[in-house]
């Protein structure tokens, strides 16, 4: 069974901060990790994709992947209110045949 | 053009209706996605269509019936639904890019109720 892990939360972190999301994933086969962030009611929204090892970075948003140790984290830097969401992790294999989601990380960023 | 568009964004169906979603995409990709998301829960894999052939069925009951028409659209045909089906129905589509890298996009979802 393909898994992917995250603490369901909620992250609570000052407006300003740093917030960071971090997500684990069972198959070893896995190329391809998504963060989407959810607003309630709304579809999920595609923040950031990453395939290579290290870091990417996005604005604000920085992804990183560790392959090895089979590990992958959003850190959002100045979070503001608006970052108030729900953000999943996905796991995609090689061929895109498969978008296997975590449950969920829900983070609050107070005023 | 990053945009995954269906159709109707809203449904309510009775238990003997029959209805469809709709799900289109002009990025090129070729492989599209069926999710089902209920409240506070993440989106759980229905069906995945690769190249236009049903790849994965995740052990979805029938009267969930997908097609896949072209590579642009995706439909997804409800016949007897359950008052328990009622959730946001999603679909996505990806491609492969770079080196082994997938780009996957959503669409704004159907939230359909089942009474």
């Known amino acids: 069974q393909k898994e992917v892990e995250q603490n369901s939360g909620p992250l609570s972190v000052p407006e300003g901060a740093i917030a960071s999301l971090n997500c684990t994933y069972s198959?070893?086969?896995?190329?391809?990790f998504f963060w989407y962030r959810q607003y309630s009611g709304k579809s999920p929204e595609l923040i950031m994709f990453?395939?290579?090892?290290g870091d990417k970075e996005d604005g604000r948003f920085t992804a990183q992947l560790n392959k090895a140790s089979q590990y992958v984290s959003l850190l959002i830097r100045d979070s503001q209110p608006s970052d108030s969401a729900t953000y999943l992790c996905?796991?995609?294999?090689?061929?895109?045949?498969?978008?296997?989601f975590g449950k969920g990380t829900t983070l609050s960023v107070s005023s | 053009d990053t945009e995954v568009t269906q159709t109707p964004k809203h449904l309510v169906m009775g238990m003997t209706n029959k209805k469809s979603l709709k799900c289109e995409q002009h990025?090129?990709?070729?492989?599209m996605y069926w999710y089902k998301q209920k409240a506070k829960k993440p989106p759980e894999l229905m069906f995945v269509?690769?190249?236009?052939?049903?790849?994965i069925n995740e052990s979805v009951p029938s009267r969930f019936s997908p097609e896949c028409p072209n590579s642009s659209l995706l439909n997804l045909h409800l016949h007897a639904l359950q008052p328990e089906d009622s959730a946001l129905y999603l679909c996505?589509?990806?491609?492969?890019?770079?080196?082994?890298?997938?780009?996957?996009?959503f669409g704004q979802g159907t939230r359909l109720t089942v009474v």
């Open positions: 269509y690769s190249y236009e052939k049903l790849s």
């Open positions: 198959d070893r086969g896995s190329q391809s």
């Open positions: 990453i395939y290579s090892n």
């Open positions: 996505a589509s990806s491609r492969v890019v770079g080196q082994g890298g997938t780009e996957a996009f």
């Open positions: 990025m090129g990709h070729r492989a």
């Open positions: 996905a796991v995609a294999n090689q061929a895109g045949t498969a978008l296997i």
